[in-house]
T-cell receptor, first 110, second 112 residues
Framework: GQQLNQSPQSMFIQEGEDVSMNCTSS?????WLWYKQDPGEGPVLLIALYKAGELTSNGRLTAQFGITRKDSFLNISASIPSDVGIYFC??????????FGAGTRLTVKP | EAQVTQNPRYLITVTGKKLTVTCSQN?????MSWYRQDPGLGLRQIYYSMNVEVTDKGDVPEGYKVSRKEKRNFPLILESPSPNQTSLYFC???????????FGEGSRLTVL
């Protein structure tokens, strides 16, 4: 299947720092999505991107759909302890199938 | 409250003993899907369904079956579970195939 390369695999940061993670693929996609999974729960959608070059914000979160349609990044500004969790990028593949990255595990030290 | 409900949340079973994980959504979503989550591999799609009586294989369908007899329910069936199916399973639903999924809380399955 199509491969999504998500990096970094894990991050340990201090509260208040900014965070950046990204996802790349060798294939073109029309939709990029970012999800967050809190410990012991199911993933929750953070941001959905539908247009190449699109830059979308959701509070302290900002995500961009790469202009080549092969990548996306997610930034978190001024991190807080509740930002802890696993962040997944995802693409809608072939309009039916979904592919997820392996995830970025974020730890925030108070 | 809009939700996706999975049962059981935790299950320990033995190799070969058939089991079913139920999934129900109350949002009238057409699209439903099942994923398994394993360390370092992220979420991998097992099966999905675009609507009642329409199901398709995802990335890792081997060893699993599904059915979609009603819009709200999408059970995952393991006819003869094996230890390599030990995993955390998630059901999800959405309007159409936008990719904007609502996930259940997960079902942790251990096959001995």
């Amino acid at each position: 299947g199509q491969q999504l390369n998500q990096s970094p695999q894990s991050m340990f940061i201090q509260e208040g720092e900014d965070v950046s993670m990204n996802c790349t693929s060798s294939s073109i996609f029309n939709t990029w999505l970012w999800y967050k999974q809190d410990p012991g729960e199911g993933p929750v959608l953070l941001i959905a991107l539908y247009k190449a070059g699109e830059l979308t914000s959701n509070g302290r979160l900002t995500a961009q759909f790469g202009i080549t349609r092969k990548d996306s990044f997610l930034n978190i500004s001024a991190s807080i302890p509740s930002d802890v969790g696993i962040y997944f990028c995802a693409v809608s593949y072939n309009n039916n199938d979904m592919r997820f990255g392996a995830g970025t595990r974020l730890t925030v030290k108070p | 409250e809009a939700q996706v409900t999975q049962n059981p949340r935790y299950l320990i079973t033995v190799t070969g003993k058939k089991l079913t994980v139920t999934c129900s959504q109350n949002m009238n979503h057409e699209y439903m899907s099942w994923y398994r989550q394993d360390p370092g591999l992220g979420l991998r799609q097992i099966y999905y369904s675009m609507n009642v009586e329409v199901t398709d294989k995802g990335d890792v369908p081997e060893g699993y079956k599904v059915s979609r007899k009603e819009k709200r329910n999408f059970p995952l069936i393991l006819e003869s579970p094996s230890p390599n199916q030990t995993s955390l399973y998630f059901c999800a639903s959405s309007w159409g195939n936008t990719g904007e999924l609502f996930f259940g809380e997960g079902s942790r399955l251990t096959v001995l």
